[in-house]
C-alpha cells in the first residue's frame, strides 16, 4: 500500500525518504484528530504550558467539546470530498476552496469550532491524500472516527486498545497463503530490502522468502556461460 511504482524510477536514497514520508503521512491521517482529542480533553499536562494556554483561550467560546467539535470538522470534510468527486471538474475546485477557506474560516468567527481544530482537520485531509493506494486511505477514513470515540471515552488508552485490536486483526489475515503483515509479522530479515527503506538494485537479487516462490533469484548474473 505504501509502495507505488516511482520509488523503482529513482535512487535508493531518494525512495526511502518518500516512503518514509508516506509512512508518516499515513499516521498523522489516522491518529491526529484523536491525538487532539484526548491531550485536550483528558491530558493536558503533556503539553507546554504556553501552548495549553493558547488552546484554552481558543477553544473558550466554543461551546462543544472536543469530540463533538472534531466529529463536526471530519464530517464536513467527508461531504466536501464525496462532493468534489462526483460534481463536474470545472466547478469541483471551486467547491474545494469554498469548503476549505470559507466554511472554516466562518465556523472559526462563528465559534463553532476552534482554530486549533481547523489546523488539525486540515493535516489530517492532506495527509491522507499521500498514500498511494485509495483502499487503505478508504480504511483509514472509517478508523479514524472509531479512534475519536474511544479517545473521547478513554483518552490515550482507547487509542491504544483500537490500535492493538486493529495489529492483531492484521497479525491474524492471510492474502493467497502469505501473512497480510508480513515481512514485519513474521519478521524476515532477508524481505526487509524493500518495505520502509529501499536498498539500491545491486542488493535485491532475491525474491521475498513469504511468497514461498520455489525461483528465488531475481536477477540473474550478466555473465553468460559458454
Not at 39 to 65: D, K, Y
Not at 91 to 114: C, F, K, P, R, Y
Not at 193 to 211: A, E, G, N, Y
Request: net charge positive; glycine share 4%.
Amino acid at each position: 500500500f505504501f509502495q507505488s511504482p516511482e520509488d523503482y524510477y529513482q535512487r535508493a536514497d531518494i525512495s526511502t525518504l518518500i516512503r518514509m514520508i508516506r509512512y508518516l503521512s499515513f499516521f498523522i491521517a489516522l491518529l491526529s484528530p484523536s491525538f487532539y482529542i484526548a491531550i485536550s480533553t483528558f491530558h493536558q499536562e503533556m503539553l507546554p504550558t504556553n501552548l495549553l494556554i493558547s488552546l484554552a483561550a481558543q477553544r473558550e467560546g466554543v461551546p462543544f467539546p472536543a469530540f463533538i467539535e472534531a466529529l463536526l470538522m471530519e464530517l464536513t470534510y467527508e461531504i466536501l470530498r464525496e462532493a468534489g468527486i462526483r460534481i463536474p471538474k470545472t466547478v469541483g475546485q471551486a467547491v474545494s476552496i469554498v469548503g476549505t477557506l470559507v466554511i472554516g474560516q466562518a465556523a472559526v468567527d462563528a465559534g463553532v469550532v476552534s482554530a486549533a481544530m481547523v489546523i488539525i482537520v486540515s493535516i489530517t485531509a492532506i495527509s491522507s491524500y499521500v498514500v498511494p493506494e485509495n483502499g487503505l486511505s478508504i480504511s483509514v477514513r472509517i478508523l479514524r472516527f472509531v479512534l475519536m470515540m474511544m479517545a473521547a471515552a478513554f483518552g490515550f488508552y482507547g487509542i491504544l486498545i483500537v490500535l492493538l485490536i486493529t495489529v492483531t486483526h492484521l497479525c491474524s489475515l492471510r492474502s493467497f497463503g502469505v501473512p497480510y503483515m508480513s515481512p514485519f509479522a513474521p519478521y524476515i530479515q532477508k524481505d526487509m530490502k524493500d518495505t520502509i527503506f529501499r536498498v539500491p538494485w545491486s542488493r535485491m537479487k532475491t525474491r521475498p522468502l513469504s511468497t514461498g516462490s520455489p525461483n528465488v533469484t531475481r536477477q540473474t548474473s550478466r555473465k553468460t556461460k559458454r
